[in-house]
């Protein structure tokens, strides 16, 4: 399926980067990130998330895979001959150009100050902070809604049907991220996962004592408490760990929505 979406076979080289693997290591050697380690090589794609060629047209030279996120890319070419690659909007094709400035057309792929964008257009790549870049809404499939404009906030309604303000300075880009089906994908077989660099994952209660707080016992034996704890003994499972004087939080407006239990 994705491959007919697909118009270049090799990435632009200029903009590639080899970053070295680590393993879930720190500094020091020490694992700081359980189940991390091998995975297929690949090589890191530079993506603009910001707005480097402010005031420039591009046209969208080829739609390309990301081996590094679930969103396409797509490669665009500027007037200058300057190359970026971008997150890619779903329905964006090769030859459609796009303009990045303080004001724009509203256009799939443009991007411009949430200041002027009209309410009840879907937007993606956010930032939080004016001039820093794209920080949030950029994996497959997902966008934001724009509510309302009050001040210099916007109001927005994320995925997660929480609403927030984010200064209106502060640019976005027009549309839905590209592959909203990534959703629907499964892991096939294990290698899949060892291919995507993640080891695998060992229960608490098959552990020892000293391991994890649920180790010990013998043969299919309860955790033996009245919740289950972390291998670090803090609560899991259905605990918020959100800090409740978090500085952010004065900008939520409205608390995602419950799921219902089915």
């Not at 990130?33 to 794609?45: D, N, S, T």
């Not at 402010?54 to 490669?75: C, H, S, W």
Request: charged content about 30%.
């Amino acid at each position: 399926m994705k491959r007919g979406i697909f118009t270049k076979k090799k990435p632009e080289k200029s903009l590639l980067l080899h970053l070295q693997k680590h393993g879930g290591r720190g500094n020091t050697g020490r694992i700081t990130m359980r189940h991390q380690g091998g995975g297929a090589r690949k090589l890191y794609r530079l993506v603009d998330f910001g707005q480097e060629q402010l005031g420039k047209t591009g046209k969208v030279q080829a739609i390309e895979y990301d081996p590094n996120r679930n969103a396409f890319l797509m490669l665009v070419e500027y007037a200058n001959g300057a190359k970026q690659y971008a997150i890619a909007p779903h329905g964006i094709q090769a030859g459609d150009e796009i303009t990045c400035d303080e004001k724009t057309e509203v256009k799939m792929g443009n991007r411009m100050r949430l200041k002027n964008i009209p309410p009840g257009e879907l937007v993606h790549n956010i930032e939080l902070i004016p001039g820093m870049g794209g920080k949030i809404v950029r994996s497959a499939g997902t966008f934001a809604r724009i509510d309302a404009h009050e001040g210099k906030y916007t109001q927005l309604m994320f995925p997660s049907s929480e609403v927030r303000k984010v200064l209106s300075e502060s640019f976005a880009s027009l549309g839905m991220v590209s592959y909203p089906e990534f959703r629907y994908t499964r892991m096939p077989n294990a290698g899949r996962n060892r291919l995507k660099g993640r080891r695998p994952h060992v229960k608490g209660t098959a552990m020892n004592p000293v391991d994890h707080p649920h180790g010990g016992g013998e043969g299919s034996t309860p955790v033996g408490m009245k919740y289950p704890k972390t291998p670090w003994g803090k609560p899991a499972l259905g605990v918020k760990t959100r800090k409740s004087k978090k500085w952010t939080s004065r900008f939520i407006v409205q608390r995602r929505k419950k799921k219902k239990k089915k």
